[in-house]
């Protein structure tokens, strides 16, 4: 029987950080456990490449759009490779194979006849390729707060308005298509607002899928992106998807437009969507734009992949937000890896290769009452694996850990080796060992590499990996095998383990950016030197005003220069040139609040007077990023 899971495929924007792993590991450990259920487990993870974004992120290193996603997604699947997850398909938006299957999911939806023509003007958030209705010109975005920009242009709409009753009808009739139950409840609340069709081409945008049969329009970049879904598996017979695993903030995209699409289709609709909550660093949500990332391969270098796919399965209730530390983070690893289960294996396989020579006992008459209470463990932790409850089976498992422990204090094994009655140890040590074994595999699809190296030294020869729930029953392992050779798992960390994580950290930061095309900032601040300091008076004299931009327009012979109307709240509005052609489109940039420099004494510019300067960052060997305000501020306020 197949299970079809999938990743969202991440945008190449950014560089992978420990939110992307961590959606990447679940679907691994859940992977993983369907094998152990004798499912034929296949898991889809890759990039979404197209869209202005990326467009823009690539302009601004000095790259063509497919030079830059070429590098971002080979650095993607370089850190699913490093981390060992088992990644089947790695599907790229940009691939010729995936425009076909988007082109025919489009011609479906239109010869079914829920594609028609029709014009948008109004605002657009770039971050989250999103049309904000009812906004208007200068609007932050609802969803991420950053500026909109204003734009007019001629759309394929989808009539996502009819699908509304079924949407509802689904969401009631098969109550866990959407999880967690708190997510099922904001997409309801949503839906019964009504739905507006939606916009699925843009003219504005040369970098995605164009559209069949048009010259200049490409697909809306969720349209294109949703699609990975099936062009990862084309032809396979594993659609409709058993579990799509995405965060919170792209629920709407898969809960509503992704069966909407599919249903105009005539295609099947994937059998659940659960939406987790997100990594926090600093109570901040991880992310490229707060800068307050941080990358898994340091964390894998120093404690192994296992100490942070435990922290992160064991610590974050899943579903729920949860915070990353390293404290944290080398806090578990210690107490529940070094001193809990490597401590256990560790113990029991010394006293076996101690008294018995380094072979299992053969299973005793009676192992019952052993027996009942890892019974126990093993139907409530499948259980929570089967809920994706993964803390709770964590907490399960490490329950019987501490149990076993117990008892072999209990039996206190080194005084009964010295008694003439030889039964009850090879109890002790035939249950600890069989203890191990099934609490070993029951961690597998959490902790897989450490998993397999217990397994090797309790002289298992079949890998772990070819597993079954079935034979996690007590008494599978009949005894009698020689064990392996005994090392420690998980060794202790102290607290050398975070400096040398944050130096690995900074490393990896600065490859990134390397990789990038960027250098990395630097870290003296700029003003440190005694003769760069200004005054608060000096700083006074320079007048920075918040201005509209009125219209912009490219200036010719000049491929760098715009030549902006900008309105600071005077009678006439500014005439500035500006520098920016290179990152911004002209029709973006109308309606966007800028900050201005007002005093500049006036200059000409290719014949064309610039009354003041447009405020932006300038990147290292990349393009300006205008500044701007996430709150709305009005027309020629004054900045201090
Ligand atoms: N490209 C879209 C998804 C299209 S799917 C058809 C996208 N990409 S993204 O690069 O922004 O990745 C978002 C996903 O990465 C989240 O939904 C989540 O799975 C993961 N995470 C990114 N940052 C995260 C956190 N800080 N915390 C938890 N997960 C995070 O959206």
């Known amino acids: 029987m197949k299970y079809y899971l999938t990743t969202p495929i991440y945008y190449v924007n950014a560089a992978p950080h420990l939110g992307h792993s961590y959606t990447t590991i679940v679907a691994d450990t859940i992977k993983r456990f369907k094998r152990m259920q004798g499912f034929d487990a296949v898991l889809t993870t890759g990039t979404d490449e197209h869209g202005q974004k990326i467009e823009r992120a690539a302009t601004a290193v000095g790259k063509t759009p497919q030079e830059f996603c070429d590098l971002i997604a080979e650095e993607f699947r370089r850190q699913w490779r490093i981390l060992g997850l088992e990644i089947d398909r790695f599907q790229r938006t940009t691939s010729p194979h995936h425009a076909k299957v988007v082109e025919d999911l489009f011609l479906r939806c239109k010869r079914n006849g829920y594609v028609y023509k029709g014009s948008y003007s109004g605002q657009y958030c770039v971050f989250d390729e999103l049309y904000v209705n009812d906004a208007k010109p200068g609007d932050p975005c609802p969803d991420c707060g950053r500026p909109t920009e204003t734009v007019t242009e001629e759309n394929y709409y989808f009539k996502l308005s009819e699908f509304q009753d079924r949407l509802l009808d689904l969401y009631q009739k098969q109550p866990d298509f959407i999880q967690p139950e708190t997510r099922r409840n904001e997409v309801l609340a949503f839906v019964r607002q009504g739905l507006q069709d939606l916009s699925i081409s843009r003219t504005t945008i040369k970098w995605g899928v164009p559209v069949p049969e048009e010259e200049n329009h490409v697909f809306y970049v969720w349209f294109d992106a949703l699609g990975t879904y099936m062009s990862a598996v084309d032809g396979e017979n594993l659609w409709p998807a058993d579990l799509h695993l995405i965060g919170k903030e792209i629920l709407r995209f898969h809960a509503v437009y992704w069966p909407a699409f599919l249903w105009a289709a005539g295609l099947e609709i994937p059998k659940r969507i659960f939406a987790h909550g997100w990594l926090l660093f600093e109570q901040e949500k991880m992310s490229k734009s707060r800068g307050n990332m941080v990358r898994a391969t340091p964390i894998h270098e120093v404690l192994g992949t296992d100490a942070l796919r435990y922290f992160l399965l064991r610590e974050v209730v899943f579903g729920q937000d949860g915070s990353f530390s390293y404290d944290a983070l080398v806090g578990r690893y210690n107490a529940d890896l070094a001193n809990g289960l490597g401590n256990l294996a560790s113990r029991v396989l010394t006293m076996i290769h101690q008294y018995r020579d380094g072979v299992q006992p053969k299973i005793p008459a ?275």
């Not at 095998?481 to 930061?509: C, N, S, T, W």
């Open 366 to 640: 009676d192992t019952s009452a052993f027996g009942a209470r890892a019974r126990a463990v093993v139907e409530k932790t499948l259980d929570y694996y089967e809920r994706l409850d993964f803390s709770k089976a964590l907490e399960e498992i490490w329950k019987l850990i501490a149990w076993v422990d117990r008892i072999i204090v209990e039996y206190a094994p080194w005084k009964l080796a010295k008694e003439a009655d030889q039964e009850r140890l090879d109890l002790i040590l035939y249950c600890a060992a069989e203890t191990l074994r099934i609490v070993t595999a029951l961690a597998y699809p959490v902790i897989p590499q450490s998993a397999e190296k217990i397994w090797s030294q309790l002289g298992i020869t079949t890998p772990l990996k070819d597993s079954r729930v079935a034979d996690l029953h007590w008494g599978h392992a009949e005894g009698n095998q020689k064990l392996g050779v005994v090392q420690a798992v998980f060794p202790r960390a102290d607290a050398k383990a975070i400096v040398k994580m944050k130096e690995h950290e900074v490393a990896e930061y600065e490859r990134q950016q390397e990789l990038l095309g960027k250098k990395p900032a630097p870290p003296v601040p700029v003003f440190e030197r005694d003769g760069a300091k200004i005054t608060i008076e000096d700083f006074a004299k320079v007048d920075l005003r918040v201005g509209l931009v009125k219209s912009a327009a490219a200036v010719k012979g000049a491929s760098k220069l715009l030549h902006l109307q900008i309105d600071i709240g005077e009678p006439q509005p500014r005439s500035i040139v500006a520098g920016i052609a290179e990152a911004y489109q002209p029709d973006s940039l109308v309606g966007r609040k800028v900050v201005i420099v007002a005093n500049l004494a006036p200059r000409k510019l290719r014949g064309l007077e610039s009354q003041g300067m447009i405020v932006a960052a300038s990147l290292e060997g990349g393009a300006p990023v205008l500044a701007g305000f996430l709150e709305d501020v009005p027309v020629g306020a004054r900045l201090k």
